[in-house]
Structures are given as C-alpha cells and as structure tokens.
C-alpha cells in the first residue's frame, strides 16, 4: 500500500462490498512499518506522507542486511534504491539480488523498471563546480531521476574558470530548480544565484585543501551567500538536495492544479 491508487483500490473494494472491513485491515496490518528480522523496520507509509518513499543508507550495514531490505521492499516498490553503496559491497549484493542496477559515480545500486518515466513537470539543472565534486553530483542526478523528475546535468563549470559557466547559461535560464555542488572555498552557489530566477540548493563538498576542513568552509560560505533564494544542504549531501528539489517541484505541481491552470 505505497501509493495512492492502491489504498484507493481498496477502499472501493470495503465500498463495493468485495472486501470486508476485516480483511481491509488485514491489508493494512504492516502500512506504517514492516518489520525486517532484528536490525529493519521499513516505512512503507512513508511514500504516502511525504511523496518520496524510504530509501536503504548503505553504511553501516551488512550486505546480507542490505540485500533482505531490497527483497522486502521490492514487493511495495517499484524502484527501491541504496545509497553509499561501494563497489565492493554491490558486487555482493549483485550475487543475491540479479536484477540489481549499479551507477558506480553515483554509488547507488537500485532496483528499477526499464525506463522511467517523468512524472511531475520541471526541470531539475545540477552543476558541478569541478571535476572531483562530481560523486555528489551525481548522487542527486541519479536520485532525482529514479524519483521520476527531469534532469539536466552541467559538469566543471567553477568559479576559478567562469567563462565555462558564462558560456553554458542556457542550462541555468531552463532549470526550474537548481542544484550547485562546490567544494574548495564554495563559491559557485552564489554566483549562480545572481543569474536565475529560481530556487537555488547548495551541496557543500568535503574537497578541498586542508582548510577546506572537509567540507566546512564551503559550508560556511554558503550559508553566508549574499545572493538571495539559496538553501543549504549539509555537506556531501547530494541525495538530501535531490529530495528538495523534488518537493519544490512537486509543490508547484500541487499549486497548479489547485489553481486549475492546464
């Protein structure tokens, strides 16, 4: 029951009288958690509060752990995603779980249908400051693509050469939400925000020299941005950037149809 039109399915069904109240409960018995032997519960209502369901963090926890979180939520899921998933603990999982895809820059492995589909309008524009940011960039590629959303990635493109970045406003003027990924001292965030007209997210990364301090002063220098209409997220976290720019643009879809505009 992890999405709309299957709960919707089912209380037509108690309606029609094709099920009981009784064995609608039953259906529902596991809504809110699934238990997944000592170590799991699985938030299979998640989807249905917030429109994105729960997603495996991969540190931390065995393959073994991993791969019997994958097979419990596949059957609720149509695409069941892994973050932080190195390649050594993916080709593990890969002998339990065939179908198991991998984006190794990404370090995510899923389970997915063939070809995805967009489901909500807008465009999702990622930019890379350079060329060592791009593991967190494509976290919130790949992220945002399995979660159904339109994406548009432009790579190197940092302060320290701007005209790589000049040259490539296109990309910027089309997004409907950006995502700016930056190490070093983090100063891309800002500059991009003086030249679009939408929601700026910043992802802090923790490359750099030393008094980068691992991702802090990029951090920092994006929290202090004198540019208006730029959130932070925290460091290296491409995968959270992805998820709020899903809900910018899954609001402006709700706002839309309220609003009843075509």
């Known amino acids: 029951m992890t999405n709309p039109e299957n709960l919707r399915s089912l209380l037509q069904s108690v ?7 009784d064995q609608a409960l039953d259906s529902l018995k596991d809504l809110t958690y699934e238990p997944v032997g000592e170590f799991a519960k699985i938030d299979h209502h998640r989807q249905l509060r917030t429109g994105f369901p729960e997603v495996i963090w991969g ?5 073994k752990q991993i791969a019997q979180i994958i097979e419990v939520m596949r059957l609720r899921n149509p695409v069941v995603m892994a973050t932080r998933i190195e390649p050594a ?7 339990k779980i065939p179908d198991l895809r991998y984006y190794e820059l990404a370090r995510i492995c899923a389970i ?5 589909q967009p489901k909500i309008g807008g465009l999702i524009g990622i930019l890379s400051a350079g060329t060592a940011d ?11 693509e399995l979660s159904g959303f339109r994406v548009q990635r432009l790579w190197d493109v940092g302060v320290a050469g701007i005209h790589r ?20 001292e ?8 003086g030249l679009a007209d939408c929601p700026i997210i910043a992802v802090p990364t923790s490359i750099g020299y030393g008094a980068n301090f691992s991702g802090l002063a990029p951090l920092l220098t994006m929290l202090n941005s004198c540019a208006a209409g730029v959130g932070v997220v925290n460091i290296d976290n491409g995968f959270g950037a992805a998820v709020l720019a899903g809900q ?12 009843g505009t075509p």
């Open 59 to 63: 540190p931390g926890k065995t393959p």
């Open 248 to 259: 910018i643009l899954r609001t402006a879809e709700k706002l839309r149809m309220l609003s």
């Open 134 to 144: 791009l593991a967190v960039a494509e976290e919130a590629a790949v992220t945002a």
């Open 112 to 116: 997915t249908p063939l070809n995805i």
């Open 15 to 21: 309606a029609n009288g094709k099920l009981t109240p």
């Open 89 to 95: 603990v993916y080709n593990v999982l890969q002998l």
């Open 186 to 193: 983090g100063a891309l965030p800002s500059v991009v925000a």
């Open 165 to 184: 970045l000049l040259s490539n406003r296109h990309v910027i003027e089309s997004s409907s939400v950006l995502i700016v990924v930056a190490g070093m």
